[in-house]
């Protein structure tokens, strides 16, 4: 069960998710933008919990090349600069809704040369191609509020991946469950494994996806 706090600010969001999906993007990149008035609001850089779970994200990585690799809700570029020295040949590119989220990120991860790029775009309405081989989508869901607006995200998300390609999703447990259920559901999609993180406060899950050959 959420407490009263998740539970108020999936209300807020899920109200959000009544606007049209031009509106939602708007308060979403207003509301991110102030979220980030201060540097790394939610300690990703430094809170064990958060370093564990991204330790925990890799693990479940299926060992192969990646050329293209694409972080949805990258926020400061944490996660990122842990893709960008795990993968240090691959193509990566951090997508987020708050301008101000990707300056920082653009700070802690320089784009040298073009192999790093931190792209503003809000993933129910961004124009996606099938170009990633990898991609990740942790912490983000949530905020995409009601049913329509995460089939939207489940659909943009799997138009991301080359055929093969893999998805991996992270998010709080059991509310994982539900939001998993959207990428479960779609066509493209199939799932290769799952893993739920019980010792912590705050359990989690992992999840992989495969792109179904189209
Ligand atoms: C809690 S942070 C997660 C950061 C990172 N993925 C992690 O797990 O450490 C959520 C991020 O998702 C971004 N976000 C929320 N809705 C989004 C949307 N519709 N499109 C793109 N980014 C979004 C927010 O701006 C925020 O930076």
């Known amino acids: ?39 790394d609001p ?38 990122t600069h842990a893709l960008a ?3 240090p040949d691959a193509e990566i590119t951090g997508m987020d809704v708050s301008g101000r989220a990707l300056a920082r990120a653009r700070e802690r991860v320089p784009e040298e ?7 503003q775009a809000d993933l129910l309405t961004h124009p996606v191609e099938r170009s990633f081989e990898l991609a990740f989508c942790s912490e983000t869901l949530y905020y995409l509020g009601r049913h329509e607006r995460l089939q939207r995200a ?12 893999v998805l991996v999703a992270v998010h709080p447990w059991p509310e994982a469950s539900r939001l998993h259920g959207y990428l479960d559901a779609h066509e493209s ?15 989690f899950a992992v999840t992989v996806y495969g792109a179904k050959p189209s």
């Open 189 to 203: 999609l199939k799932r290769l494994g799952e893993e739920v993180y019980t010792a912590s406060s705050r359990p």
């Open 85 to 87: 020295a795990t993968y």
């Open 1 to 39: 069960m959420p407490n009263l706090p998740e539970l108020a600010h999936r209300t807020f969001f899920r109200t959000l998710s009544l606007l049209s999906p031009k509106g939602q993007g708007v308060i979403l990149r207003r509301y991110f933008d102030w979220w980030h008035r201060t540097p």
């Open 154 to 165: 489940a659909e943009q998300l799997s138009g991301l991946l080359v055929p093969d390609g």
């Open 113 to 119: 040369g073009g192999r790093v790029r931190f792209v």
């Open 42 to 79: 939610w300690k990703l850089s430094t809170d064990g919990y958060e370093q564990h779970k991204y330790r925990s994200t890799l693990e479940h990585v299926p060992a192969r090349p990646y050329r293209r690799i694409v972080e949805v809700g990258c926020a400061e570029g944490v996660f």
